[in-house]
């Protein structure tokens, strides 16, 4: 049975810091391209950022590039969302994702993504 199961998320003042965590299970082991996805209430689910198989290749949405960094520890399998300058629009319920395509690409579509998390809420302050 596949689990990913989220943690880090909090309430934090903007311009601050948080470090998101998804802990998989039942996976075989670094073979699933990774994501994190958010939704806003009221919002469709949005990607934020993707990770390849190996680490080798990342993607970020633009609305995050250059403040969020996405990594993993296959060996722990888990996958890491480094967030920093936080703003209050970065406010929603924020989601993992394994996509289990064996290709080296990250996707950005949610239709593309077969497992998902529970969500951990990330709430930014002005």
């Known amino acids: 049975q596949v689990q990913l199961v989220e943690s880090g998320g909090g309430l934090v003042q903007a311009g601050g810091s948080l470090r998101l965590s998804c802990a998989a299970s039942?996976?075989?082991?670094?073979?699933?391209?990774m994501g994190w996805f958010r939704q806003a209430p009221g919002k469709e689910r949005e990607f934020v950022t993707g990770i390849s198989r190996n680490g080798a290749i990342t993607y970020y949405a633009d609305s995050v590039k250059g403040r969020f960094t996405i990594s993993r520890d296959n060996a722990k399998n888990t996958v890491y969302l480094q967030a920093k300058s936080l703003k209050p629009e970065d406010t929603a319920v924020y989601y993992c994702?394994?996509?289990?395509?064996?290709?080296?690409?990250?996707?950005?579509?949610?239709?593309?993504?077969?497992?998902w998390g529970q969500g951990t809420q990330v709430t930014v302050s002005s």
């Open positions: 039942g996976l075989p082991r670094s073979w699933y391209g």
């Open positions: 994702a394994a996509d289990r395509t064996p290709s080296m690409v990250v996707r950005t579509a949610v239709s593309e993504y077969d497992y």
